[in-house]
């Protein structure tokens, strides 16, 4: 099962920063923080990852708390286009390995206009 | 931006046939992946494929799902004697290494 906890849903206006919560208390010390999205039912997309630090990309940024077990997804400016299902996936780097990734229920991120 | 290509978009067959979905990975990726999403469920993990072999499979990937890289562009999942319950959209990813996972647009798959 997936190791990380997420709300079922969230409201942002179009516009704003959208904040999105994820609790992994049970993490260690190689694991990172993996967000995907899933827009309808299209393929996942990645977002971003980060494993202590801060983390940004064109699409988002990532806040991880010092103790690293909570994270923050942040969309700076949300769109309708950013009306999608969340996921934050905790996962090990295993380096020769290629674990698959373990998908809980995210997040059903919705913009209002 | 290079992307992963799933063939068909859907696929309809009969309750016992064998069907192979089809997937082209990103060029330079070294991971290949299979996962599905029932109707309203979550994503699930089926297989991963490094080097020429499975790397690490999932429960629900038993013997009558096999997969296969059949030349250096195409990545495919068979499976065997479909049933009701494999009636899902079945996603294709690559990565170039573990996590950063590119997925396609998905093949859904109804059996009747």
């Known amino acids: 099962d997936a190791k990380t906890t997420q709300p ?5 206006a179009e516009g704003r920063a959208a904040n999105l919560p994820c609790n992994h208390s049970t993490i260690s010390g190689n694991e990172y923080v993996y967000w995907y999205r899933q827009i309808h039912s299209q393929g996942p997309q990645y977002i971003i990852h980060g494993l202590k630090n801060n ?3 064109e699409m988002a940024s990532l806040i991880i708390t010092e103790d690293r077990k909570s994270s923050t997804l942040i969309l700076p400016h949300a769109t309708l286009r950013d009306t999608a299902v969340y996921y934050c996936i905790v996962r090990g780097y295993s380096g020769g390995g290629a674990d698959g990734l ?7 991120l919705i913009i209002q206009p | 931006e290079p992307e992963v290509t799933q063939t068909p978009s859907h696929q309809v067959t009969q309750m016992g046939q064998e069907v192979i979905l089809r997937c082209v990975p990103i ?3 070294l991971y290949f992946y299979w996962y599905r999403q029932i109707l309203g469920q979550k994503v699930e993990f ?6 020429n072999e499975i790397s690490e499979k999932s429960e629900i990937f038993d013997d009558q ?3 296969e890289r059949p030349d250096g562009s195409n990545f495919t999942l068979k499976i065997r004697s479909t049933k009701l319950e494999d009636s899902a959209m079945y996603f294709c990813a690559s990565s ?10 998905g093949t859904r798959l109804t059996v009747v």
Not at chain 1, 8 to 12: G, P, Q
Not at chain 1, 102 to 108: I, L, P, V
Not at chain 2, 46 to 51: I, R
């Open chain 2, 27 to 29: 060029s330079n990726h």
């Open chain 2, 46 to 51: 089926l297989v991963s494929f490094y080097n």
């Open chain 2, 96 to 105: 170039e290494y573990t996590g950063r996972a590119f997925f396609g647009q």
């Open chain 2, 65 to 67: 799902f096999s997969v």
């Open chain 1, 55 to 57: 983390e940004t990309n």
């Open chain 1, 8 to 12: 079922t849903s969230m409201d942002c």
């Open chain 1, 102 to 108: 373990t998908f809980g229920k995210g997040t059903h």
